[in-house]
């Protein structure tokens, strides 16, 4: 089935561990991004690419690493897991910024950091 | 920081009822984009209104753009106990690679 596939679901790490999140699309989306929710907060943007070979920072980059590239894949790392990581991880794409079906996105990845 | 705001944070109605979620913004905007989330599943993209647009329907869904007040409203009509979700509106700006801001969202309760 076409969409986006994060990978895995559910993750405990250390603190201080460090960690790759997975995020796979296949409808040639152009646009990806990363997002945490956190309860009473939203989703807020850590990381996001316009295309391979292209990324930029979001709202809460700090921690995080990204790279991309191949068009499909958009993998998150965690340098060193701190429990303020802990949170739901969505894994997000488009065809453009402005396209009339907006954002595609995955299941998400529940981190909890202990 | 969070662009949009959910108006209210939490709604219970009954089957049948309408539904309406307002979300404020504080910049400019190229589009406004709702999104419904079930409990423990990912965002669904349900409707985008561009900058130029004032109102929008979707099936039972009305959106309205105000982009003199900055605000959005979502109605949904006639709801149904499937409803119930967390509706989340996200604006998107004007600059080239622009990205979604996200509010916090407004619970919605259907009761059968």
């Known amino acids: 089935n076409a969409g986006v596939t994060q990978t895995p679901k559910f993750q405990v790490l250390k603190t201080g561990q460090s960690m790759t999140l997975q995020c796979a699309q296949d409808m040639n989306h152009e646009y990806m991004s990363w997002y945490r929710q956190d309860p009473g907060m939203g989703l807020r943007l850590i990381h996001y690419s316009v295309g391979a070979g292209i990324t930029d920072q979001g709202e809460v980059p700090n921690g995080y690493n990204v790279s991309r590239s191949t068009t499909e894949d958009f993998p998150l790392r965690l340098l060193s897991a701190a429990p303020s990581q802990t949170s739901v991880y969505f894994c997000a794409s488009s065809q453009q910024g402005g396209s009339e079906y907006g954002y595609t996105f995955g299941s998400g990845t529940r981190l909890t950091v202990v | 920081s969070q662009q949009g705001e959910e108006d209210p944070q939490a709604l219970s109605i009954q089957e049948g009822e309408n539904a309406t979620m307002n979300c404020s913004y504080k910049t400019s905007i190229n589009n406004l984009q709702w999104y419904r989330q079930n409990s423990g599943r990912g965002l669904v993209h349900l409707i985008l209104i561009r900058s130029n647009e004032r109102e929008k329907h979707s099936g039972r869904l009305r959106v309205t753009l105000d982009t003199s007040k900055k605000s959005s409203s979502l109605l949904i009509t006639a709801s149904r106990a499937a409803d119930t979700a967390s509706y989340f509106c996200?604006?998107?700006?004007?600059?080239?690679?622009?990205?979604?801001?996200f509010g916090k969202g407004t619970m919605l309760l259907v009761s059968p």
């Open positions: 996200a604006t998107m700006g004007n600059s080239g690679y622009s990205t979604l801001t």
